[in-house]
């Protein structure tokens, strides 16, 4: 009999093995798909960041051209210009600001419509039954 509770246990063990052998090589392959997904990603970014840096490149080509136009053709002088770029900027502050408000008011108002009303009592309130 002893003889047979070795082999029980050689044959559990075996099956042991080849299910923690399968996890292990299902957790490689996990590991292996998250490493594709990373150096995809990163690749990615790297991308985004030269397009970034082409359309800074572009936007101050920009910004000088304008300038020459505005000084050169339009003769603007650099003072008024100056002030004209500042109120530009000012006001785009302010507009973006206001964006960013009327967004979170929008936000607001979609949690205000999912909250309960406060006058509705749920059913089954344990302070009913208390007092």
Known sequence: MAKRKKSRKSGHARAGKGSSLQ???SLS???ADLQKDMVKAT???EAAEERLADLEIHVNLLARLLTTLCIEKLGIRVGALKRLVRRIEKEAVRDSQIMELESLYKLS???AKKAPSPHVKPKGD????IS
Do not use: F, T, V
Not at 126 to 129: A, E, F, N, R, T
């Open 23 to 25: 996890e292990i090589l």
């Open 29 to 31: 392959a996990k590991l």
């Open 43 to 45: 690749g990615l970014g």
């Open 109 to 111: 108002e979609g949690n």
């Open 126 to 129: 344990p302070w009913d039954q």
